[in-house]
């Protein structure tokens, strides 16, 4: 961030990525909470987890707020214009990331009392895991104005696609075999899809920060690699 005449502007900029930061933090405790809610069934770690998206929610309208003031006060140009606006985007992707882990914690009340497919659960905090680290990196190359770091994360994304994709098959197969396994799976298979999307909100937060450091939206092909809206369902063979 450049130096300004204006002191007040120095530290409405500050503020502004300040408040991005304490919003990530709160973005990363709420991901780990809900999917270790999920994998102990805790209910009422769940339950704390649901509520505390209530803060993302907060930290989004106050930055949006203070944005907009800027923007009507300041009229900032250049690299001024993308620190607001780049604020105003990675916020809508934390809110987002927000409600996707409260979602998660939603299916751990959901799942409390049944039991499944355990290996497909394991699977699940692994994906957490990855994105997790994708996040908290992200983040701080947010905090550094570290262009490489993000587009590291950015590049990593193809791989919470594959898990995704694998889980995807795997929860097929366990409800194939035993329709006692649908209600878990299915739970499960939600809970895997919004990591996923964390993921991909993980990657518009890279974008944003490339946008932020260059001054130029990234063009390149996003790298994909989640396959489950062309896996086929593979039923079980049965004697005529």
Request: charge should be negative; hydrophobic fraction near 40%; proline fraction near 2%.
């Amino acid at each position: 961030m450049t130096e300004h005449i204006v002191t007040s502007y120095d530290d409405e900029l500050k503020a502004l990525a300040i408040m991005i930061t304490r919003m990530g933090g709160h973005a990363e405790k709420v991901l780990t909470d809900a999917t270790q809610a999920l994998n102990r069934h805790d209910e009422e770690l769940a339950m704390r987890t649901i509520n505390a998206d209530e803060e993302i929610d907060r930290l989004e309208h106050e930055i949006e707020e203070l944005a907009i003031l800027m923007i009507a006060k300041r009229q900032p140009m250049a690299a001024d214009l993308r620190e607001v606006i780049a604020a105003i985007k990675i916020s809508s992707d934390l809110e987002r990331i927000g409600d996707l882990a409260k979602n998660i914690a939603k299916r751990a009340v959901a799942i409390q009392s049944e039991t499944g497919a355990v290996k497909a659960a394991l699977g699940i905090d692994r994906m957490s895991r990855i994105a997790s680290r994708q996040l908290k990196d992200v983040l701080d190359s947010y905090t550094q104005r570290d262009v490489d770091k993000a587009m590291d994360v950015w590049h990593r994304d193809s791989e919470l696609d594959a898990m995704y994709t694998s889980i995807f098959r795997e929860l097929l197969t366990y409800m194939m075999e035993d329709t006692r396994n649908i209600t878990f799976s299915t739970h499960l298979l939600f809970a895997a899809k919004n990591i996923e999307r964390i993921g991909d909100h993980a990657t518009n937060i890279a974008e944003t920060i490339y946008y932020l450091s260059t001054g130029a939206p990234l063009r390149e092909a996003r790298p994909k690699k989640d396959a489950s809206s062309f896996t086929p369902a593979d039923y079980p063979q049965t004697d005529d």
